[in-house]
């Protein structure tokens, strides 16, 4: 028996409640922690083959992802493909991203962006600058969980093996904070 998405989350204990520290700075009373999802190779396989099937007809060339989570992403959604999977690290003393250790992408190349947990967008962004600035041309991104809770578009189609609309505070508007629940850091960029 195949398991949605969600339940590969919730099996493997990555739907987490409390008060979080978001990498974007926001506050949550939900943290999606993938690496929980992530260490089974299995849940990986299967979440990595939603979002290459989702996007095998656009002829993919190469599917590049952000540090940490993407990594493991663009690794296997790219092995389900048949093509290169490259990744975007912070450049040494700055927050922007870039394409180092001999990883290219050709101009006009048919890329396709992959990411863990989107919430704003931040690391897709930083993501899609360099994959532009190479001449790439952005053909489509995927992600396992989609928790904004606006509409975000970066003019090419998104996907997401779980869209679940999660609530965060901007801090000095958290209302967990305002209760005096401990802030928990999980993860880190």
């Known amino acids: ?7 590969l989350f919730e099996n493997s204990g990555a739907v987490l409640n409390g008060h ?13 922690e993938k690496f929980q999802v992530l ?7 299967q979440l990595c083959g939603m979002i290459a099937e989702r996007f095998r007809d656009l002829k993919i060339q190469v599917v590049a992802g952000p540090t940490t989570g993407g990594v493991i992403l663009a690794y296997d959604v790219a092995r ?7 990744f975007a690290e912070k450049a040494e003393g ?3 991203r870039a ?17 863990d947990i989107l919430t704003t967008g931040g690391s897709i962004q930083e993501t899609i600058t360099p994959i532009k600035q190479a001449g790439g041309n952005l053909v489509g991104i995927g992600v396992l969980v989609d928790r904004s809770t606006q509409k975000l ?14 609530v965060a505070y901007k801090p000095e508007e958290c209302p967990l904070c305002q209760a005096g629940i401990p802030l928990t850091k999980r993860g880190s960029s």
């Open 99 to 115: 394409f180092r250790r001999g990883f290219t992408i050709s101009p006009g190349e048919r890329v396709l962006l992959v990411d």
């Open 153 to 166: 578009d970066f003019g090419v189609p998104l996907f997401s093996c779980v869209r679940s609309e999660t």
């Open 80 to 86: 389900q493909l048949g093509v290169r999977g490259i």
């Open 94 to 96: 700055s927050s922007a």
């Open 20 to 32: 979080f520290l978001l990498t974007s700075g926001l506050h949550s009373p939900v943290y999606w």
């Open 39 to 45: 260490q089974y190779p299995e849940y990986t396989q």
């Open 1 to 7: 028996m195949s398991l949605t998405a969600q339940q």
